[in-house]
């Protein structure tokens, strides 16, 4: 950009800011200026930067409301994280009536064929895959909610407890889908069946949780059917 | 002791494990980061929750930061990450809720005798840069607030600097065209 008489418009706006901030050389300087002599556009543009410079100096710094730094980075690890013990004691409640084999009627009339052969075991991942899809966006969505209801400080925290929920989710929903491989035979239909109906009401409403626990009990005291 | 450390230093302690150094660190930048969030949500509760958001991405990221570039030019490509982010959420939310997302939520606080030269508290401020598409009000942000050279802003957002630019101008536009317009109803 030297002495060019006819500075086009893309060469004159990238050169506003050093033109009002004067650290354009003398040459350039007069090239933009006569520029904007003859360009409605690029004054405008001139004015908006020099207004919009004059309006950001008038923000006021505000302070950051106090926050536990310390917590948020270092001490959320030894929190005692409900999430992930209720995560835990689902995810127990889950192996279990898997091993066990339960059978839980349910009366929406859930059926799948499970013939213990390849494509049975791809269609049970596929609905594992598909709760496992739900089940994230739930996370999601309570994790929002939580900001939402700006739990104070206590927001990261909250997010950092249901990423390492879902990350135990993520494991134990692997662990799953191996162990009802490996126990693919006579019982499948029965265990895929139990299975989703337990992990949709996981994912319905943790407090399913309990419930469970009850049923549980229900199963090692009358030894199968629900 | 560790006031005086530059960044790079307290990257470095912070990487051996030093607390104290990443909280130092913290301390230095969270109040700019604070108004930053404050201008690019227009409210106090999710600025704090953009700050808390991008600085456990930054001490997540830690080891990433290769000194090549200040550490505040990758700081606020971060932030400009956790904030696109923020504003995709946002406007999911709106969506599943049923609204429509181009009516503008401060619609009704719109003076009749807005204009740019008037503006002049940060009530103001937050209500100019509520008139920007995200996009836009990024790019007015990291110029005129953080006053970042457009090569920067263009690394910090994936975009060319041309675009930067051509972005910032068509911001400054709709600034002037919605104020003018409402001047003259
Ligand atoms: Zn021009």
């Known amino acids: 950009m030297t002495e060019s008489n006819d500075m086009n418009c893309e060469q004159a706006k990238s050169l506003l800011f050093e033109l009002i901030d004067g650290s354009l050389s003398a040459a350039d300087r007069d090239a933009v200026h006569r520029h904007l002599d003859d360009c409605a556009d690029c004054s405008a543009a001139q004015a908006d930067v020099w207004h919009m410079q004059t309006v950001a100096s008038r923000w006021k710094t505000s302070r950051v409301p106090r926050w536990n730094r310390r917590g948020a980075f270092f001490e959320s690890r030894g929190f005692p994280p409900l999430l992930q013990i209720a995560s835990a004691c689902a995810s127990v409640v889950v192996m279990v009536l898997v091993l066990a084999q339960v059978r839980i009627s349910t009366e929406d009339g859930f059926q799948v064929s499970f013939g213990g052969d390849v494509a049975s075991r791809a269609d049970l991942e596929a609905q594992l895959h598909d709760l496992r899809q739900e089940q994230l966006a739930l996370i999601n969505q309570s994790a929002d909610r939580l900001t939402n209801q700006q739990v104070a400080s206590n927001q990261l925290m909250f997010r950092t407890l249901l990423e390492a929920s879902r990350q135990e989710r993520h494991e134990d929903l692997r662990n799953l889908v191996s162990l009802v491989q490996d126990t693919q035979t006579k019982q499948n239909e029965r265990t895929a069946e139990s299975l989703r109906y337990v992990l949709s009401n996981q994912i319905e409403d943790r407090r399913n949780i309990q419930q469970l626990g009850q049923a549980l009990k229900l199963v090692a005291s009358d030894g199968g059917t629900l | ?185």
Request: hydrophobic share 35%.
């Open chain 2, 1 to 185: 002791m560790f006031a005086r450390k530059t960044d790079d230093e307290l990257i470095g302690r912070a990487l051996d494990g030093s607390e104290r150094a990443w909280l130092t660190l913290v301390r230095r930048h969270e109040q700019r980061l604070y108004n930053y969030a404050l201008r690019m949500s227009g409210n106090p509760d999710d600025a704090m929750d953009i700050l808390q958001d991008v600085l456990m991405s930054v001490y997540r990221n830690l080891d990433s930061f290769r000194g090549d570039s200040k550490f505040t030019t990758w700081l606020f490509r971060i932030a400009s990450f956790r904030c696109t982010d923020y504003f995709r959420r946002r406007n999911w939310q709106t969506t599943t809720l049923g609204d429509d997302e181009d009516v503008p939520d401060d619609s009704g606080h719109h003076e009749p005798e807005f204009l740019l030269s008037q503006v002049e508290d940060n009530e103001g401020i937050v209500h100019l840069m509520g008139l920007l598409p995200p996009e836009q009000r990024q790019v007015v942000e990291l110029k005129f607030f953080q006053h970042f050279t457009f090569d920067e802003i263009a690394g910090q957002l994936g975009i060319s600097p041309n675009t930067a630019k051509t972005r910032l101008y068509t911001a400054l536009s709709r600034m002037r065209a919605k104020s003018e317009l409402s001047l003259a109803s």
